[in-house]
């Protein structure tokens, strides 16, 4: 079991919501639902809602994730990732594509929220167990 799946595995989210963001706006711009210009300031013209969702939502992919990345690497260069952190870490990352899938879709929020509380609550879990069986090496 490697703890950097996961890791992996939320990289290609990431990367799908910014492909997708990116095919989304060029739509946009064909159909003339905004102007190019739009995306020299993020001014002007309010944008659809679909590509504000799509933008906000990849933004928050770089947001707590990122804790998710340092504590993965942490993780693997200290040897110190048993089975709990690593079932922990494909926890984070399944909830995190259902929250993307909500956020996308449906765009439910209290829904979403809990689910985005559901992934917090797995990563502190997971920072505490990879700190723990550091202390106790």
Not at 40 to 58: A, M, N
Not at 87 to 109: F, K
């Amino acid at each position: 079991m490697n703890i950097l799946y996961p890791a992996f595995a939320l990289f290609a989210l990431t990367m799908f919501v910014q492909f997708r963001l990116g095919a989304l706006r060029v739509t946009a711009i064909k159909k003339g639902e905004i102007d190019a210009s739009f995306f020299r300031s993020y001014s002007g013209s309010p944008e659809p809602d679909q590509l504000r969702i799509h933008s906000r939502h990849l933004i928050n992919l770089y947001e707590a994730p990122v804790l998710f990345y340092a504590i993965s690497i942490i993780a693997f260069i200290t040897g110190n990732y048993g089975t709990i952190p690593v079932v922990l870490a494909w926890l984070y990352v399944l909830i995190r594509y259902l929250h993307s899938y909500v956020h996308l879709t449906s765009n439910r929020v209290l829904f979403r929220f809990r689910l985005f509380l559901a992934s917090l609550a797995v990563l502190i879990t997971l920072w505490v167990a990879v700190l723990t069986g550091m202390l106790l090496r």
